[in-house]
Nanobody, 126 residues
């Protein structure tokens, strides 16, 4: 069983920055994907960024150039550096983890991830 705990959310003005963290209780898979997803009220959960155990990253078009997903070493906390925040970035942000198929990039859809944190709220005011 994997427990994920997010932190670092808060309220900022447009143009500001936040750094989200995700701590995992265990990493049972040697080949894995981790990701950040977000869900705004009345909207579906969507991908923000993913990273695999080799460090390969993928980003949603809406955050490219502004957000950076990172993990210092495999099986260490996951981070999401968010710069240039916009009001449309307001959402609950979730960390996710799952086994990765060798040779395949991390999926960019929520239903391909089996472990989820409780989320951390990010609110960006104009």
């Amino acid at each position: 069983q994997v427990q994920l705990v997010e932190s670092g959310g808060g309220a900022v003005q447009a143009g500001g920055s936040l750094r989200l963290s995700c701590a995992a209780s265990a990493y049972p898979y040697s080949i894995y994907c981790m990701g950040w997803f977000r869900q705004a009220p009345g909207k579906e959960r969507e991908v923000v960024a993913t990273i695999d155990n080799d460090g390969s990253t993928r980003y949603a078009d809406s955050v490219k150039g502004r957000f950076t997903i990172s993990q210092d070493n495999t099986k260490n906390p996951l981070y999401l550096q968010m710069n240039g925040l916009k009001p449309e970035d307001t959402a609950m942000y979730y960390c996710a983890y799952n086994r990765r198929t060798w040779g395949v990039l991390c999926p960019m859809v929520p239903d391909r991830f089996g472990y989820w944190g409780q989320g951390t709220q990010v609110t960006v005011s104009s």
